[in-house]
């Protein structure tokens, strides 16, 4: 079934390097997709305001492109492993909403624009519902508001017009976080925001 659907699994940066010997001989052999497991989320990549550090992340797409691989960039948006500038000034307030979208932009253009036609896909928000489906009151909606999603969405299309773009969460089965998932992406669509798959994690114990 290898030519029927991809079969992904996430890698870190001693795989993306290959010094991981064993687990890229078990990653050649059994899948034909990879993700970022860290080195794309927004405190490692921009650590410092205006610092970007993408060796890690090159590594990851380089990796990818040797074994023609499907590859996947995660994440673009996420309240958590976001460094803490991200939302405040230089006396340690919130910024404005205008800052942060600003600053949303920034990121995430200079992210998925570096990797344009390289990166097939995007985790663009991850986990903006808590289990009950109530909005997670991260900074980015407090500062900003529900819009933040739409608006990332178009940034990352602005970006790259052709990649995919996902929303990612993890207890979908839970009623009131798979109805306002549904919920979101129905009203993100109704505006005209192409959304072309669902995350959905599975974290078991």
């Not at 996430?10 to 997709?33: C, G, P, R, Y």
């Not at 890690?56 to 990818?64: M, Q, S």
């Amino acid at each position: 079934f290898k030519d029927k659907f991809f079969m992904g699994t996430a890698i870190n940066t001693f795989q993306a390097e290959e010094i991981d010997t064993a687990s890229v001989a078990l990653i050649k052999k059994h899948f034909n997709s990879i993700v970022a497991e860290n080195c794309m989320k927004s405190e490692k990549i921009q650590p410092e305001q205006g610092v970007f550090t993408f060796e890690d992340a090159d590594n990851f797409v380089a990796f990818g492109e040797k074994y023609g691989m499907n590859i996947i960039g995660h994440t673009l948006i996420w309240h958590s492993q976001a460094p803490a500038w991200f939302f405040k000034d230089k006396e340690g307030n919130d910024v404005s909403r205008d800052t942060l979208i600003a600053r949303m932009k920034n990121h995430i253009s200079t992210l998925v624009g570096r990797y344009k036609g390289r990166v097939d896909g995007w985790d663009v928000v991850n986990e903006a519902f808590e289990d009950d489906g109530q909005w997670r009151k991260s900074k980015f909606y407090e500062i900003i508001g529900e819009d933040y999603v739409k608006l990332a969405f178009e940034f990352a299309r602005e970006a790259d017009p052709e990649t995919e773009l996902y929303y990612n969460d993890y207890s979908m089965a839970k009623p009131g976080r798979k109805e306002s998932v549904i919920k979101l992406i129905k009203d993100l669509q109704a505006q005209g925001i192409k959304v072309y798959g669902i995350g959905m994690q599975g974290h078991f114990t």
